[in-house]
């Protein structure tokens, strides 16, 4: 990786290097215009090609339906926490959510702020180090929708495949940290939305992919900005857009293409993500904190014997060219992210790093 170090951290991620190499050429000219990407009019003919080739793109990937709306919006996943009951739950109405999470609880706040929200289950008891059985879901008579958070970074957790909800609810999914890391069929929801930031592009855009029925569904008297029909409406022009990351987006999907597609992602990351698993499970010394079952492809947490070791840890390994291990606050220890553009032979030698360190520091560990 020549200069470069191997960045582990929870978001912003890792960055494909073509990717990051052609917007280093299109920073200062792009498609031969005499003009940056950043310095482009979102109402020109050069942006509304970038634009347009990038919604195909993200199409095409996951075979999105012609009855979607696919959308580049601001504010990201923490604003769509908000905008979706905004737009989706009727006054009076109940929406369900599925808590694995800190993200998810943070959605059901906002939720709350909108209408009822009924938890329709939750893996608080385990400190949220599993992904629910779906036969412990206990939806509510009649919501409005079924939110669920598809992957849960500070735990290192994932959902293996969506929930069902009653027939003719909405499926909505908060796939922030996993969005085309594998393949997924986009008509088994209501709407999608992630923050661009660890698997699509850079921070301040979130996508959003929303069913034509869904658009028209929130109340009119809704401030203009928070509306999914007016981004409809405009092809996400409604005012001036995230340029330079719907660009880099639109990098970022013909990568993901030119690597296999969805599937080809889901299989380099389920290798990349085995090679630490594997090691966490023979150590002796570190140990992985998520079920086996519910392990995430994108997100490895680990502890180590005391949290002392722990700190001497992750201190060492940001020497060592390992940056971004510490864990999250509220969970402690260690996390790995590693997104889609993370090469597998940063996990082979992040593993060799883990093997070092385990070996020199084991005595210290012993009662």
Same mark, same amino acid.
Request: charged share 20%; proline share 7%.
């Given at each position: 990786?020549?200069?470069?170090?191997?960045?582990?951290?929870?978001?912003?991620?890792?960055?494909?290097?073509?990717?990051?190499?052609?917007?280093?050429?299109?920073?200062?000219?792009?498609?031969?215009?005499?003009?940056?990407?950043?310095?482009?009019?979102?109402?020109?003919?050069?942006?509304?090609?970038?634009?347009?080739?990038?919604?195909?793109?993200?199409?095409?990937?996951?075979?999105?339906?012609?009855?979607?709306?696919?959308?580049?919006?601001?504010?990201?996943?923490?604003?769509?926490?908000?905008?979706?009951?905004?737009?989706?739950?009727?006054?009076?109405?109940?929406?369900?959510?599925?808590?694995?999470?800190?993200?998810?609880?943070?959605?059901?706040?906002?939720?709350?702020?909108?209408?009822?929200?009924?938890?329709?289950?939750? &893996?608080?008891?385990?400190?949220?180090?599993?992904?629910?059985?779906?036969?412990?879901?206990?939806?509510?008579?009649?919501?409005?929708?079924?939110?669920?958070?598809?992957?849960?970074?500070?735990?290192?957790?994932?959902?293996?495949?969506?929930?069902?909800?009653?027939?003719?609810?909405?499926?909505?999914?908060?796939?922030?940290?996993?969005?085309?890391?594998?393949?997924?069929?986009?008509?088994?929801? &209501?709407?999608?939305?992630?923050?661009?930031?660890?698997?699509?592009?850079?921070?301040?855009?979130?996508?959003?992919?929303?069913?034509?029925?869904?658009?028209?569904?929130?109340?009119?008297?809704?401030?203009?900005?928070?509306?999914?029909?007016?981004?409809?409406?405009?092809?996400?022009?409604?005012?001036?857009?995230?340029?330079?990351?719907?660009?880099?987006?639109?990098?970022?999907?013909?990568?993901?293409?030119?690597?296999?597609?969805?599937?080809?992602?889901?299989?380099?990351?389920?290798?990349?993500?085995?090679?630490?698993?594997?090691?966490?499970?023979?150590?002796?010394?570190?140990?992985?904190?998520?079920?086996?079952?519910?392990?995430?492809?994108?997100?490895?947490?680990?502890?180590?014997?005391?949290?002392?070791?722990?700190?001497?840890?992750?201190?060492?390994?940001?020497?060592?060219?390992?940056?971004?291990?510490?864990?999250?606050?509220?969970?402690?220890?260690?996390?790995?992210?590693?997104?889609?553009?993370?090469?597998?032979? &940063?996990?082979?030698?992040?593993?060799?790093?883990?093997?070092?360190?385990?070996?020199?520091?084991?005595?210290?560990?012993?009662?």
């Amino acid at each position: 990786m020549t200069d470069r170090i191997y960045n582990l951290g929870a978001g912003p991620g890792v960055l494909p290097e073509p990717v990051l190499k052609q917007a280093q050429q299109d920073i200062w000219n792009v498609a031969g215009s005499g003009i940056g990407i950043m310095e482009h009019s979102h109402r020109g003919k050069v942006f509304d090609r970038i634009a347009s080739e990038a919604e195909q793109a993200c199409r095409d990937l996951a075979g999105i339906p012609d009855n979607y709306h696919v959308l580049f919006l601001q504010g990201g996943a923490s604003l769509q926490f908000s905008m979706v009951p905004m737009n989706l739950m009727p006054k009076g109405g109940t929406a369900d959510y599925l808590v694995t999470g800190v993200w998810s609880e943070k959605a059901v706040k906002e939720a709350k702020l909108f209408g009822n929200v009924h938890e329709a289950v939750s &893996g608080s008891d385990a400190n949220f180090n599993y992904v629910p059985a779906p036969d412990a879901i206990r939806y509510s008579p009649a919501p409005a929708y079924v939110h669920f958070t598809t992957n849960n970074t500070i735990y290192g957790t994932q959902w293996k495949r969506e929930p069902e909800p009653p027939a003719g609810v909405p499926l909505v999914a908060d796939s922030s940290s996993d969005m085309y890391s594998r393949p997924i069929d986009v008509s088994k929801y &209501g709407l999608i939305y992630a923050g661009a930031q660890k698997n699509l592009g850079p921070s301040g855009v979130v996508l959003v992919i929303i069913r034509n029925d869904l658009v028209e569904k929130g109340p009119k008297d809704l401030p203009t900005m928070l509306q999914y029909r007016t981004h409809a409406k405009e092809h996400s022009l409604y005012n001036t857009p995230p340029t330079f990351g719907i660009y880099t987006m639109g990098l970022v999907f013909r990568w993901i293409a030119e690597q296999g597609g969805l599937a080809g992602m889901a299989e380099r990351n389920a290798e990349k993500a085995g090679i630490l698993y594997r090691y966490l499970d023979e150590s002796e010394f570190f140990h992985g904190t998520a079920q086996p079952e519910s392990r995430s492809t994108m997100n490895v947490c680990f502890r180590g014997p005391t949290e002392e070791l722990e700190s001497k840890f992750v201190s060492e390994a940001t020497k060592r060219g390992f940056e971004g291990l510490k864990g999250h606050r509220s969970a402690g220890g260690m996390r790995a992210s590693i997104y889609n553009a993370f090469p597998k032979e &940063g996990c082979e030698a992040l593993v060799a790093f883990m093997k070092e360190f385990e070996l020199a520091n084991r005595a210290a560990a012993l009662p």
